[in-house]
T-cell receptor, first 110, second 113 residues
Framework: QKEVEQNSGPLSVPEGAIASLNCTYS??????FFWYRQYSGKSPELIMF????GDKEDGRFTAQLNKASQYVSLLIRDSQPSDSATYLC??????????FGIGTKLQVIP | ETGVTQTPRHLVMGMTNKKSLKCEQH?????MYWYKQSAKKPLELMFV???????ENNSVPSRFSPECPNSSHLFLHLHTLQPEDSALYLC????????????FGPGTRLTVT
């Protein structure tokens, strides 16, 4: 059973702080890694994807991948109340199989 | 219309009803997916279509019947559902099925009474 593990939270951070969201996965053959943001009552929205070890930055978001340790993380700098949402980690091991984690609920406190 | 659209957005149906969910993608993608999202559970993949051919049926009960007439349209036909089938049903699409990013529609909130 391929698994993607996330702490469901809630993770509370003050406005302006760095939010760090973590995800571990069990399938060593995983090749692609995605972060989705899901606001309450809405559908998941793709915000980052990463395929290679290291960091990938996009605005205030940085995705970090460490395949040896089988974890992927998402850093949100200068957190804003509008970042309050559930963040889903998704991992793909190849042909048409994307496994999602349960999501971490982030609360940014003004 | 842009992206992935779904209709209806909300649906209440009795256990003896028959209804259909519709999904349409305007992204030129070749793969489409149905997911079920229930509270406190990860997204559950139900069906995958690649170039309108079904390539995955993730042990879904036969009361859910998918249909994909072309690469842009996907349906989920529902009949004799159970209350535990109440959930958010999400459609997604991607360029292909190998490690590609998936883009989701707004979902259909289904309540079975």
């Amino acid at each position: 059973q391929k698994e993607v593990e996330q702490n469901s939270g809630p993770l509370s951070v003050p406005e302006g702080a760095i939010a760090s969201l973590n995800c571990t996965y069990s399938d060593r053959g995983s090749q692609s890694f995605f972060w989705y943001r899901q606001y309450s009552g809405k559908s998941p929205e793709l915000i980052m994807f990463i395929y290679s070890n290291g960091d990938k930055e996009d605005g205030r978001f940085t995705a970090q991948l460490n395949k040896a340790s089988q974890y992927v993380s998402l850093l949100i700098r200068d957190s804003q109340p509008s970042d309050s949402a559930t963040y889903l980690c998704a991992v793909s091991g190849g042909y048409q199989k994307v496994t999602f984690g349960i999501g971490t609920k982030l609360q940014v406190i003004p | 219309e842009t992206g992935v659209t779904q209709t209806p957005r909300h649906l209440v149906m009795g256990m003896t009803n028959k209804k259909s969910l519709k999904c349409e993608q305007h992204l030129g993608h070749n793969a489409m997916y149905w997911y079920k999202q229930s509270a406190k559970k990860p997204l559950e993949l139900m069906f995958v279509y690649n170039f309108k051919e079904q390539t995955e049926n993730n042990s879904v009960p036969s009361r859910f019947s998918p249909e994909c007439p072309n690469s842009s349209h996907l349906f989920l036909h529902l009949h004799t559902l159970q209350p535990e089938d109440s959930a958010l049903y999400l459609c997604a699409s991607s360029v292909g099925t190998d490690n590609y990013e998936q883009y989701f529609g707004p979902g259909t909130r289904l309540t079975v009474t």
